[in-house]
């Protein structure tokens, strides 16, 4: 890739570096890794250093990346049908703006489609909405909590 990249596209690359060290420095996050046309990009903060790109071409399937950081004890409910994961690294919010009421509650129903968060990403408010009509078991994540992609932000069965 970086033998045919032109001036533009590096200076896009560059501009892609910078929102994801931005959301790092926001969030507190050491490590962020997003694909976007085919490419994929990891941005990490060792200890106090800069953060630090690396580009490579997005692998055909998914893989699961090496983690140092200890594995959830809710893990079992990243596997439960019920789960909605998040499509994308960011911060969660369970309402709509600071001091309004949340999107849902632990125990309330929700409709197919009904927003139940929104995830900010690079500045941009995603909302996540619920796949099916159901009711709100468990809510795995606190507002203003930063989360990664697939990772499942609440159960609805």
Do not use: C
Not at 26 to 40: K, P, V
Not at 60 to 89: E, L
Not at 122 to 146: C, E, F, Y
Request: charged share 20%.
């Amino acid at each position: 890739m970086a033998g045919n990249r032109t001036k533009n596209d590096r200076g896009a690359e560059a501009q892609w570096i910078r929102e994801l060290a931005g959301i790092l420095e926001e969030t507190g996050l050491t490590e962020i890794e997003i694909e976007r046309d085919g490419a994929r990009l990891r941005v990490s903060r060792q200890g106090g250093a800069a953060p630090a790109a690396a580009f490579a071409p997005a692998p055909a399937a998914p893989s699961p990346t090496p983690s140092s950081a200890p594995a959830p004890a809710a893990a079992p409910t990243s596997d439960h049908p019920g789960a909605v994961k998040s499509p994308m690294v960011g911060t969660a919010y369970l309402s709509p703006s600071p001091g309004a009421d949340a999107f849902v509650t632990e125990g309330g129903n929700v409709a197919e489609g009904q927003t139940v968060m929104i995830v900010e990403a690079m500045k941009t408010m995603n909302p996540i909405t619920a796949p099916r009509a159901g009711k709100v078991t468990k809510i795995l994540v606190s507002d203003s909590q930063p989360v990664e992609f697939d990772e499942p932000l609440l159960i609805i069965e």
